[in-house]
């Protein structure tokens, strides 16, 4: 008898609780862009688990006056390239910039819930996150290029690693890169390396540090960002490069596609600043600052018209 | 030995059998004494063998001094997590266990799949469906039309965690409490129904204080399975412990010091905790001692 | 039996099944207030289960329970309301075979349990009576002793008190002394037939024949589930009209010296 009347009951609190909620005014339509410029503040997302692009600062104090929440973090508590761009950008847009530090899938799958607005995480734009993702017009590129271990004597340019055990972060561009499956907008692939055994990382640095163990004790290359392993190696791993980079990478920042409010207008107006920090110099100044290389020209000239994202 | 014992038989003590009864005493206590102070050695020679080992490892004690106090910082963000999900676990569990010893169909239908689900599945993955999948649930909502509504989907990073090892470790621990609940005679249950007890009375006066004590170690351990597996909330951002060290690591490539430094944090808190809750036990059973 | 107005409990053709067993087949008695009813019988008779039907420890098949004007009907189909049961068990107090006392509190704390959480009475008024009736099971010197550390003549001394302290219309007595050790079971008894004597209206299911004879005004015999003879003490025991009380009487006479 007093059965149906509990499942009634939950029905009735459900729709009182609903209708409630359904007589508060839904809050004015506005874009991305907008959004932001009446906040105030930039929400970029950025694991520091990539140094020297984003790492940690220890021992930082949150501004007093910041408008970051709680569970974000200031722009004093973090360091890097992607930092210091992230930082110009908010700059530029005049307001302030928040970071939040998910792992690196969350970021890549898109569907962010609207917690953060854009990705600055020198992310390559590939077709397969073309499809959860609005890519910016990139801001420096990354050259591909294999390490082996600092006692390697066999080993001479990249397509003598063809059939040995090669590893690098599992899911990203490496992987693809050595599967035979990469593809890059606006670059020809040229495959030189050819069935490796593959081993895959939750990010390169560890395929790093087991390369590190000696040559062939569990790997016998991995393939990296030119200045990741160039980090390592500064940092002491007895590690060398293996020839020339195999090929580039376009690193933009990304927006996500399925976000509430549309993130459209946000994209191009990011990709007309960076195009802006690209003529006045500014990403080239930082590139130089950070890898002591020239990596950003090449970025800038980059068409994102032929993306066709808009 | 033979010898001391007749002797203690003699006339010359006040009252032999006492001394007797002292004697016998002192040998046990000795004994006692004598086994703990081996199991102590055991734990250093395995400590000492330990060490060693992690010296043969390219270890920079350096490191860990110069970025410790950043580390440790992360060790009150696990605990943090760690005791405010326990306490909704716990409460999750009892009713998830009440659930399960219920007639109510649909209370029991709710707890069975309750647990059936969460037990299922792994906890990573429902901390990837608390932190963006419960967003979309209320972003629909938002274009239904209840702002409010689907705005309280949208939870922190921390709130996503709590969350996610509240519900992972209610499910496991709704068996341990439903045992823990069932494992009161049948007795005590009519003894309080007879004096006039409701049911939820019954529950709360007497069978959960009982059940409690019985239950106090399985969740001392679920505790300590938990500090550990906060670390996977660091997938959200959460600067805890393993993300703090993790990311240091990164810097100058410091693994092995940095993931030791997390390792010796989170046993020292294990420590802590299972003394904590030995002393717990301790004081439950005073009624229990003759 | 007739009913009347004057009696505080009444059975009315009660019957119980555990599944396909039929253990009680239609009881009907009545007790008078201050009334001793001894209920006897062989083992898996039915008189414990007749016992616990009265408080609805377990649930009767059919038949109505009356208690201190509480009725309950109950039967295939009809299922009797909830507060008239905890009415009816507020009417009974009920002292088990195994004790029961709660062991995560002391021996006051046991018998002021129900006058605290279902009478909900203040702990500062339920003390001094729940200490008056510790007194009268001679406990009083135990109040906050651990059930733990009493024996089990004293564990079933304060049970009795928990019962006593609800002032209950009706006590019952479910083989209260069947888990003692002999030399204990004394204290117990002693202590029901003090009850007994201030005029408490007792049902009291046991073996012990010198109690049934000395302190009930009256014996019912159950065998298989029916009353086969309810009558004063001196005629159960020395002119029992039915052949099977004779029977069940005739073994326990010479260990028991009645």
Known sequence: MRRPYIVMTLFVMLSIILASCAQATPPPAANLLEEVKNRGVLIVSSDPAYPPQSQLVENATRPADTKCSGDQVTGEELSGFDIDVSKEIAKRLGVEVCFVTPAWDLITAGSWADRWDISVGSMTVTPERMVNLYFSQPYYTTPAAFFVHADNTSLTQPSDLSGMKVGSCSGCTYDFFLAGTLQIPGETMNYVVQDVQFTGYDTDTSALQDLALGDGVRLDGVLTAQPTGAGVIDDGLPLKQLGDPVYFEYLSAALDKKSIKDSIPLAQEVSKLLQEMHADGTLLKLSQQYYGLDLTTAAGAFDLAQLKQW | ?290 | MLMNDKSIIQVEDLHKWFGMLHVLKGITFSVVPREVLVIIGRSGSGKSTLLRCINFLEDPSAGMISVAGVGVLTGPGIKPEHKKILALRLSTGMVFQEFNLFPHMTTIDNVIEGLVTVKRMKKDEAIPIGEKYLEKVGLRDKRDVHPIRLSGGQKQRVAIARALAMEPAVLLFDEPTSALDPELIGEVLDVMKEIAYDGATMLVVTHEMGFAKDVSDRIIFIDQGLIVEDGPPEQIFSNPKDERTRLFLEPLRKVQHL
């Not at chain 2, 000795?30 to 330990?50: D, G, H, N, Q, S």
């Not at chain 2, 921390?158 to 494992?183: D, P």
């Not at chain 2, 249950?189 to 019985?214: H, K, W």
């Not at chain 2, 808190?269 to 002393?279: D, G, Q």
């Open chain 2, 1 to 290: 030995m033979a010898v001391e014992t007749m002797q203690s038989y003699g006339p010359a003590g006040p009252d032999p059998d006492r001394s007797m009864g002292e004697k016998l005493m002192a040998l046990e206590k000795r004994a006692r004494l004598m086994y703990t102070l081996e199991v102590a050695l055991v734990w250093v020679v395995l400590f000492v063998i330990l060490t060693l080992a992690l010296m043969l490892l390219n270890f920079d004690p350096r490191y860990v001094v110069e970025h410790f106090n950043f580390v440790l910082e992360g060790l009150w963000v696990t605990i943090q997590l760690a005791l405010i999900a326990i306490a909704f676990a716990s409460i999750l569990a009892l009713l998830g266990a009440l659930g399960r010893l219920s007639t109510n169909p649909i209370a029991q239908g709710v707890s069975g799949f309750y647990i059936s689900l969460f037990r299922g599945t792994p906890l990573l993955i429902q901390i990837y469906l608390i932190y963006l999948g419960l967003p979309q649930i209320g972003r629909q909502l938002t274009i239904m039309g209840y702002p409010q509504l689907g705005q309280m989907f949208t939870l922190t990073a921390f709130q996503s965690g709590v969350l996610a090892l509240s519900l992972n470790y209610g499910a496991y621990m709704t068996e341990i409490f439903r045992a823990g609940i069932q494992s009161i005679s049948y007795g005590q249950r009519e003894a309080a129904v007879a004096i006039g007890m409701t049911r939820l009375q019954t529950m709360r006066r007497v069978i959960l204080p009982q059940a409690v004590r019985i239950i106090i170690p399985d969740i001392g351990n679920q505790f300590i399975a938990m500090q550990k597996d906060t670390a996977q909330v660091s997938v959200m951002g959460i600067w805890e412990l393993t993300f703090r060290a993790n990311r240091l690591a990164r810097q100058e490539s410091k693994f092995i010091e940095m993931f030791i430094t997390a390792a010796i944090l989170y046993w020292i808190l294990t420590i802590v905790s299972s003394w904590l809750e030995s002393r717990l036990e301790r004081r439950l059973a005073h009624a229990y001692e003759r």
